[in-house]
């Protein structure tokens, strides 16, 4: 049986990023750039000033102080017109260009304008060359490398991209990822449930989950414990870029998902996985047929078989599934990175497996603060709203003191 | 003028969480709870098997062995119809219910079936009344508060939702945020500025921020340093429930956005704030009017005016308007909470204004440590695509020893 890290190996050897497409600004936010991007610009675009006040010469200040004649007022979006001499001045607003022959910016608040004569008094405590204005490139300059491929698009990536004025970008577009439940005991959430039933709260989740990951949700309803049904939905899954089942993949007898995944062509490289919750989790890929390979469907489709009980599927989900969809979004990071957390309380940990307990990380000044909540196991969601995170409790009994060091996966 | 804590103080003061709407749980992920959810359900509904194997009566089993007669098989969604007397076991699947007389499930891979004699022996190293099974309400009680008001939801909150039935829920609804950057320097971002122009890039940022931050941007484009165009848009934007405005509210000669604010009635609640970079941001709110009472208009508006640099716009938002949007959803903690990190080098600290300095935040095992990344000012956006956070440096120069504990913000 493979470890959790062994199986998140084999995802990311298995996963290639989806192809690039070109999208506006106002609706990359949050994918991945497929291209490096080169500054077709020098930020600022001039010697720009970064007050309002008055563009001088140091050398005509003497301790601060000196009384220069204004020739000229620019405000922003307009051009200075007239290049400064000795003993002049020229008035100028924060980001508008600097005038030839200045090298520095007094703050309005150190001047004192006299309209009479056209003059301005400075009383400057501290004015040296360069003082409040920002030389043309200082920031980026034309042909440098800004943003290189697999770089997550942020508000200030997409600022920086407007300002270069790439206001469409190649990034790689969001995988389709379906949902599909299976179990005879499933009915849809605003049916009432008979005696032995439960409803479908997990493609809820899923959907979240993959919403959260960066992926787009398709929601395909409940398959029944029934071989054509099972099969039949399971070739709509395969239409996206990602298939997640819940249920139907441990020992039971009507746990038909792994055969019949395997029937209609899906490769398994790992059923079982040495941790708990979730040891059952099936993970395979979908080649395209030669006969495919005239048509758009050439890419590689993925798919994950996780168990039916919640806390299952949601952490399972969030170790092995998201790490994927991460990885197809371009993300090099793509699996899950644990914050190393004090244990808050002592703690009785119990178990054969690596266990990944909800739990609540909190912050205080010495650090991140771990404490695992009740849980009743994997049907237990509820425990799961009260924990913002999981705490990772190595196999074995063993009693951990408060103060030790746990791995922490966030939730949120 | 303020400080950034009695700003935040100020703005939290001011904002009223927006009304309440009821969305499926499909579209309710990331609003915040309006009504406390009460379960309707006990969960799991029934006792439970956590376990494909057999349930049986610990009283049967000596030293973790017997041989029990099968009388049903019991799959999940189907329900047990007999009831098990002494000797007896039903063959059981994960999830279904467990029949009367039972204590405790057997997993399959302890026990060894014999089809010619229908009975099964079972070699279980430790079996305990209650192994394997979850009774009806262990996780959820019938009319117990499950979750609260000013709960963000999260996949598992909407997962528990889903278990409940309730497929509807009432959240805040999420607010609409109006963008519009002013300043006659101002180009579109698919267009090429002119000497002295540079392109409208903060509307890209703030859009991206805005959505980060949970609301719905709209974006009006740029208003001209001219009061009748900046008033006709203003009103425009006066439309969404809170209006971020960039540029023009330094002390420069068309830093026009203050006086015609408060011309349409928007009632300043402050004006400058002793910060660096950012100092002259400015924030009101506009109160209905009383012919507006009988119209859907009777909510308060709220107005930010950012400053023009792209840094000081961004830092701006991060610390008030965001908190502002966060509360309007309706989250209780709605400013933003630092991370204490280490000083990961020396470090050389200016300025007459608390400084948020764009900075790397990492984790090591020791914890978080941050490093100021080079930064040339409130114009210089460049920086900020190193940076996945902000330094907080109290007033004053100083020198910094690495090692030294900061308080960060997260940008990511």
Request: glycine share 10%.
């Amino acid at each position: 049986m493979l470890t959790v890290d062994e199986a998140l190996a084999e995802i990311l050897r298995s996963v290639r990023p989806l192809p690039a497409v070109c999208t506006s600004l106002g609706d990359a936010l949050g994918l991945v750039l497929a291209e490096e991007v080169i500054s077709e610009t020098d930020s600022p675009p001039f010697d720009k000033s970064l007050m309002d006040g008055y563009a001088i010469r140091t050398t005509d200040v003497v301790d601060g102080a000196a009384t220069l004649k204004v020739i000229e007022e620019i405000t922003a979006g307009f051009v200075p017109t007239k290049t400064l001499g000795p003993g002049e001045a020229t008035r100028i607003m924060t980001g508008a260009p600097i005038p030839g022959g200045a090298d520095a910016v007094v703050r309005i608040e150190e001047t004192e304008f006299d309209a009479d004569s056209g003059t301005v008094q400075l009383r400057s405590s501290s004015l040296a060359a360069g003082a409040n204005l920002m030389r043309r490139g200082t920031a980026m300059k034309w042909g440098e490398g800004v943003l290189p491929v697999g770089r997550e698009l942020r508000p200030q990536e997409l600022g920086a991209l407007a300002e270069m004025g790439q206001h469409e970008v190649a990034v790689i577009r969001r995988p389709s990822v379906a949902v599909l439940a299976t179990g005879d005991e499933l009915v849809p959430i605003h049916q009432t449930p008979d005696h032995g039933q439960i409803r479908n709260s997990n493609e809820t989740m899923l959907a979240a989950q993959i919403r959260r990951s960066g992926g787009e949700p398709v929601c395909l309803g409940i398959a029944r414990d029934e071989q054509s049904h099972l099969r039949e939905k399971i070739s709509v899954g395969l239409q996206s870029d990602v298939l997640v089942l819940s249920g139907g993949v441990s020992a039971g007898k009507l746990d038909l998902v792994p055969a019949e995944l395997e029937a209609v062509g899906v490769r398994q490289i790992f059923h079982k996985v040495h941790i708990k919750p979730g040891k059952p989790v099936w993970f395979g890929v979908l080649d395209p047929s030669r006969e495919d390979s005239s048509t758009a469907e050439t890419r590689r489709r993925y798919v994950f078989g996780l168990p039916g009980n919640p806390v299952s599927s949601m952490v399972c989900f969030e170790l092995f599934a998201r790490s994927a969809i991460r990885r197809l979004m371009g993300l090099e990071e793509a699996a899950p990175r644990p914050v190393r957390a004090r244990l808050g309380e002592e703690y009785l940990a119990r178990g054969d497996r690596p266990t990944y307990h909800p739990a609540r990380l909190d912050w205080n000044d010495a650090g991140p603060v771990v404490c695992p909540v009740n849980w009743h196991g994997s049907a237990d969601l509820r425990a799961t709203v009260k924990a913002n995170a999981m705490a990772l409790f190595p196999a074995g009994d063993a009693k951990y003191a408060a103060g030790e060091i746990l791995d922490v996966y966030r939730w949120d």
